[in-house]
């Protein structure tokens, strides 16, 4: 059979693919919305880790990792700083001019009424920026919970849009909890700290951070000699009744929990529970004093998290990526939902290596960094494609993950605020609030009406490798195959064209053209199958079985398929080969394709559901979806040998 060309390249990958497609992953996608030449498949890490290569292997080492982040600090504390390295005093005329930075200049509204400016005037006297020291004593501390720092302690959500109540112009970022903190001045009415991070200043509340007895400590706190590294993108811990600071704590991606010992945890029960099945980790409370308390805390080991950080490899970077997918977009982390760089910042913290916080700070990180300002289309176009997925790339105000390139489009993943779109007799885009987190190619348009591609300034890559581009291809692919066709350049479904027309399975429409748009016969499908499957040609036999076929220069493909019990007719004595074949025709016969291929029906199930995403349409169906679904099909029962 056909599918039997695939050879044994990678089984871990093979394996994740496998397990993915199997749980039928795809059914969810039948009525998700895309972006435009996005195809459902395109939302899973899967689809773009089996199209890269080496995407287990390694790229840095802890010890290389730690070095990195030794140069990110390099860039300077506007970007980023070693915490444990914090003064213990600062000088308290510069922090007054920072603080002091906060001057609104443009209306602003508080759920679509204009905030009066008597209001900022109270909020500047808060600042208390006055009753800074020459030199500032430093207290440290740590985040109890998730907690958004502000430029301004200014507790509500604050637009420049009378109608955008979801985006708050002083919101700087998101600490996660047991986010260590220098704290550096308290507001004049105790219920706010200006604070640094390792790469960000704000207010945050004050009731959201623990205060350490000593610096001492509070360095020791940033090492621990084992930890819990939170890889979901997020969960809560369970309700508590003993301790309500733990109960129903949000635990976001990137978070970092110093694991208990067995003597901390003594075999007793915690919380009223004993710790089988789960790990023991320490989490940060404030007692009534204000002050610093690790309590023991439950964390089944069925949640998403890793000991360690996670080793980084492309396929982690993708599968990290990923798991924010379809989320909101908030700007600075407003509602608790991530920007554009804080979806990088986290992705990249599971691994250890600490961004700095804005777009500007993470396209200087150090690596390949390729400067793509002054390049044509032609020229981004291939700088970008020879990337390795996972990299960064940043145009004025955004930055994204890139995931590879199919056909002529390259295709990204990020958390993007606006975007723009083509109007009608209009140079103009019309500018959408996009506030979500997405897959779409570089052909996306902003508000500017640029295309991303052409507004592309910077691409890093973390370490650096080869610029040389290389080609696509599945985990199981053995030769590198080239598109004979002049007019599928635009398809999301190129790979697949290349790849059963390389095999002979699926013909152009002449040697140049596929056609890809063109509707597909059930004779033509017919023939489709029985190259994928390599069944004899059978003429007589379709003959005998259908009346309609005499004659018919495609008659032996159909009477192998009937053979096969792939196809039936869909009367009596009649196979129709000329009639257009319809999206639930060709759903039920790759049912019956299975039926005959896989001999657990569960199986053969799941693997409908993830071929069958993207039939859900009515009508004909295209040349190139024929060739998506049965490229699908083949490689799921390759992955089955």
Known sequence: MKYIRFAKKSMLVIVLVMIISLLGAGAAWADVYNAKNVISDMNSAAYWII????????????????????????????????????????????????????????????????VDEDYFDDIHDNMDAGGLNSEQEVEWGVCVKNTAMKSAPIPKILSDEADDWAYDDFQNSTLLVNEPVAI?????????????????????????????NSHSQWVSLQNPTSFLMVTANEFQLDANIYTTSLSELTLSMGTKLP?????????????????????VVKIPTRDSNGLLEYKLALIPMSKDVHVGYLPYTTANVLNQAFKMLGDRYGWGGTLAARDCSMFTMDIYRTFGINLPRNTTGQAKTPGKITDLTAMNTAAKTTAIAGLRPG?????????????????????????????????????????????GTFVNDLTMLRSTGATWLDSMTTAVEIPATSSTPTTPTTPTEVEVVKNPFNDIGNSPYYDSIVRLAADGVINGRT?????????????????VLSRAFNLEQDKAYAESMFKDVKNYPLAGYVGAVAKAKFMTGIATNLFTPKAQLSYKDTKAMLWKVLNQEVSDSATAESILESVGADLAGTGAISREEIAHAVDELLQSLAQLQ
């Open 51 to 114: 199209k890269a290569q080496n995407t287990s292997t390694v790229l840095l080492t802890a010890a290389e990792i730690q070095a990195l982040n030794n140069k990110i600090y390099g860039l300077g504390a506007t970007y980023a700083r070693d915490m444990t390295k914090y003064p213990e005093t600062v000088n308290g005329d510069a922090l007054a001019d920072e603080i002091d930075a906060f001057a609104p200049d443009k209306k602003l509204y508080d759920e679509g009424s204009l």
């Open 184 to 212: 550096l001045h308290e507001s004049d009415d105790g219920e706010w700290y200006w604070v640094a991070m390792y790469n960000c200043n704000g207010w945050v509340k004050a009731s959201d951070v623990a205060k350490c």
């Open 259 to 279: 694991l208990a010992t067995m003597a901390d945890a003594d075999g007793s029960s915690i919380d009223g529970r004993l710790p089988y099945g789960n790990y």
């Open 391 to 435: 990299s960064l790339l940043q145009m004025p105000g955004h930055i994204m993950i890139y995931l590879g390139k199919v056909g002529d489009r390259l295709y990204v993943i990020s958390a993007a605020g606006t975007i723009g779109v083509a109007q009608t007799g209009s140079a103009t885009p019309a500018v959408i609030k996009a506030r």
């Open 511 to 527: 040697a140049t053209t596929f056609a890809p748009a063109d509707k597909i016969t059930r004779g033509e499908f017919a023939t």
